[in-house]
Antibody, heavy 118, light 111 residues
Framework: QVQLVESGGGVVQPGRSLRLSCAASGFTFGSYGMHWVRQAPGKGLEWVAA????????YYGDSVKGRFTISRDNPKSTLYLQMNSLKAEDTAFYYC???????????WGQGTLVTVSS | NFMLTQPHSVSASPGTTVTISCSGNSGSIASNYVQWFQQRPGSAPTTVIY?????PSGVPDRFSGSIDTSSMSASLTISGLKPEDEADYYCQSYDRINLWVFGGGTKLTVL
């Protein structure tokens, strides 16, 4: 069955960097677009970034553009999110999600918590 | 900006049917697929409907999705409500400018 497992979250000071990973299994990873979605504590869902199945196209939400970079390693079936210049408002659970059609998400990981605090 | 609007909360009794609406402010909701996600307290979201009306394997057929192009809105209908259906529900769609957009979420209470 489809499994997505995020890792790499933790507590980090403002201005520092962090890299999240999402290990995929149970499907042909290189055939699907992938996304990062976040949720601040007690808030709704916010789309963060997307990457095409082959990594050729990448898209970012306005709040993270220029600071975050999405990437993937298809032979390793792993998705990444490099987060630089972190701000307190980046504090959230970060979920990776699979995209079957380009329009949305059909499977989600369990999430990893990023806390930006001094 | 493309936006999706959901009611803040809905409530219904076990065994009944409830419908959660998702209104778009442009035709993007009709021309691009709508997804619905369930999020129970303390858990990650799960997909209950994708591509307007498709159910992932394991999602019971009590969950159904529909789209009304004339009103630029989508709906999630849950029939035969069960206590375990109590959760937050989010709609999501795609827009060429704003890309992947979520509604604000609806808290479903099963009385």
């Amino acid at each position: 069955q489809v499994q997505l497992v995020e890792s790499g979250g933790g507590v980090v000071q403002p201005g520092r960097s962090l890299r999240l990973s999402c290990a995929a299994s149970g499907f042909t990873f290189g055939s699907y677009g992938m996304h990062w979605v976040r949720q601040a504590p007690g808030k709704g869902l916010e789309w963060v970034a997307a990457i095409w199945y082959d990594g050729t196209n990448k898209y970012y939400g306005d709040s993270v553009k220029g600071r975050f970079t999405i990437s993937r390693d298809n032979p390793k079936s792993t998705l990444y999110l490099q987060m630089n210049s972190l701000k307190a408002e980046d504090t959230a659970f970060y979920y990776c999600a699979r995209d079957p059609s380009g329009y949305g998400f059909d499977h989600w990981g369990q999430g990893t918590l990023v806390t930006v605090s001094s | 900006n493309f936006m999706l609007t959901q009611p803040h909360s809905v409530s219904a009794s076990p065994g009944t049917t409830v419908t959660i609406s998702c209104s778009g402010n442009s035709g993007s909701i009709a021309s691009n697929y709508v997804q619905w996600f369930q999020q129970r307290p303390g858990s990650a979201p799960t997909t209950v409907i994708y591509d307007h009306d498709q159910r992932p394997s394991g999602v019971p057929d009590r969950f159904s999705g529909s789209i009304d192009t004339s009103s630029m809105s989508a709906s999630l209908t849950i029939s035969g409500l069960k206590p375990e259906d109590e959760a937050d529900y989010y709609c999501q769609s795609y827009d060429r400018i704003n890309l992947w957009v979520f509604g604000g979420g609806t808290k479903l209470t099963v009385l």
